[in-house]
């Protein structure tokens, strides 16, 4: 591990997908803000996403004259476009993409493993960072005994019940829509119906089943929160769970000067960045509430 002639080096390989590209890229400036050097494993076709923060970390890294910092770096990984039929270029996963060209990447998703284990051993890091969702990446750390940590974006609470909202799904009545989550500190009531990928999907179901139980193998899991706002979670994970978890949320809060704010991911909403804060100040203080709903859900206005 690290000494101090030799840093400790991470690899972050994010899913391909802005909601949780940006997040990884928030965690690899936490980390290199406590002089870990990082590498970020992502596709020629997303580098787009995250390239402009991850420069103006480099440039805020280098600023704070910190001898300790090391600028962030970006590795490439091909995505297998041709192999499973999908036009080159093709490689992340949104709410515009067809049915079949999702399941399509999905696949490909899947054949990332090969160039994954290749590049880790050759990069050689002390350990990565793995999206829940390269659950093979798990067996990529066995072969390798390089420690895998999994990171989702999401908060504690997702992860303690994960597992339990699965195993409900699996065995509830076609015609029962309601169910309570047993076993979590507070009793929540969910619907089927708020399970889009699982009401007709078995297979994302059992998918989902997978990526848990290859989480679980993980050396842990690192969460985008922070103790006061799931004290309860941090207690059920750490006892009842009985995994190791590091909150070191909210990420996005590390992006301090307004111009990293506003150019995170690019240019993504249609109305210019003008409009949308002229919009935002039209309204009271305190009364706007930002919800991100995910890359690939898909809602209607109604
Ligand atoms: C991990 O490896 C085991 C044993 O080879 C295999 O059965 C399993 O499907 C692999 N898991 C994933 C998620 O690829
Ligand atoms: C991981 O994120 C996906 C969506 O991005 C979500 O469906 C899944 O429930 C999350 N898993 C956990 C354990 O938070
Ligand atoms: C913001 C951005 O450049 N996103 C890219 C993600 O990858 C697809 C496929 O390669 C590109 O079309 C997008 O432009
Ligand atoms: C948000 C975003 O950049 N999505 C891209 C995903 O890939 C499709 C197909 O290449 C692009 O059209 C989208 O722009």
Same mark, same amino acid.
């Given at each position: 591990?690290?000494?101090?002639?030799?840093?400790?080096?991470?690899?972050?390989?994010?899913?391909?997908?802005?909601?949780?590209?940006?997040?990884?890229?928030?965690?690899?400036?936490?980390?290199?803000?406590?002089?870990?050097?990082?590498?970020?494993?992502?596709? @020629?076709?997303?580098?787009?996403?995250? $390239?402009?923060?991850? $420069?103006?970390?480099?440039?805020?890294?280098?600023?704070?004259?910190?001898?300790?910092?090391?600028?962030?770096?970006?590795?490439?990984?091909?995505?297998?476009?041709?192999?499973?039929?999908?036009?080159?270029?093709?490689?992340?996963?949104?709410?515009? *993409?067809? @049915? $079949?060209?999702?399941?399509?990447?999905?696949?490909?998703?899947?054949?990332?493993?090969?160039?994954?284990?290749?590049?880790?051993?050759?990069?050689?890091?002390?350990?990565?960072?793995?999206?829940?969702?390269?659950?093979?990446?798990?067996?990529?750390?066995? @072969?390798? *005994?390089?420690?895998?940590?999994?990171?989702?974006?999401?908060?504690?609470?997702?992860?303690?019940?994960?597992?339990? #909202?699965?195993?409900?799904?699996?065995?509830?009545?076609?015609?029962?829509?309601?169910?309570?989550?047993?076993?979590?500190?507070?009793?929540?009531?969910?619907?089927?119906?708020?399970?889009?990928?699982?009401?007709?999907?078995?297979?994302?179901?059992?998918?989902? /089943?997978?990526?848990?139980?290859?989480? %679980?193998?993980?050396?842990?899991?690192?969460?985008?929160?922070?103790?006061?706002?799931?004290?309860?979670?941090?207690?059920?994970?750490?006892?009842? #769970?009985?995994?190791? %978890?590091?909150?070191?949320?909210? #990420?996005?809060?590390?992006?301090? /000067?307004?111009?990293?704010?506003?150019?995170?991911?690019?240019?993504?909403?249609?109305?210019?960045?003008?409009?949308?804060?002229?919009?935002?100040?039209?309204?009271?203080?305190?009364?706007?509430?930002?919800?991100?709903?995910? *890359?690939?859900?898909?809602?209607?206005?109604?």
């Amino acid at each position: 591990m690290a000494t101090q002639s030799s840093p400790l080096h991470i690899v972050l390989f994010p899913f391909l997908a802005h909601g949780h590209l940006l997040p990884m890229a928030d965690v690899a400036r936490i980390f290199a803000l406590h002089g870990v050097k990082c590498t970020i494993l992502t596709t @020629r076709g997303n580098v787009t996403y995250i $390239e402009t923060t991850i $420069e103006q970390t480099n440039e805020y890294l280098k600023s704070k004259n910190e001898p300790s910092h090391m600028p962030i770096s970006i590795s490439l990984i091909h995505f297998p476009s041709a192999e499973i039929g999908l036009p080159e270029g093709i490689e992340n996963a949104s709410a515009s *993409s067809s @049915r $079949e060209i999702q399941q399509k990447f999905f696949q490909g998703l899947f054949l990332l493993e090969k160039p994954f284990e290749q590049k880790l051993k050759e990069i050689n890091p002390d350990a990565f960072v793995s999206d829940t969702f390269f659950a093979w990446s798990a067996n990529v750390s066995a @072969r390798t *005994s390089i420690p895998r940590l999994v990171f989702n974006g999401t908060g504690l609470l997702a992860h303690c019940g994960q597992d339990v #909202v699965c195993e409900i799904l699996e065995s509830l009545p076609d015609d029962v829509d309601k169910f309570v989550i047993p076993g979590l500190p507070h009793q929540f009531e969910m619907h089927r119906s708020q399970h889009l990928f699982t009401l007709k999907n078995k297979h994302i179901l059992s998918a989902i /089943k997978r990526n848990s139980e290859m989480d %679980a193998r993980s050396y842990g899991v690192i969460v985008n929160s922070f103790l006061d706002l799931e004290a309860d979670y941090v207690v059920h994970w750490r006892d009842v #769970v009985r995994r190791k %978890a590091w909150l070191v949320g909210p #990420v996005a809060l590390c992006n301090e /000067k307004g111009i990293e704010k506003s150019s995170r991911g690019g240019a993504t909403t249609s109305i210019g960045i003008e409009e949308l804060l002229h919009w935002l100040d039209s309204k009271h203080t305190g009364t706007v509430v930002y919800i991100c709903f995910g *890359s690939i859900a898909n809602l209607n206005t109604s």
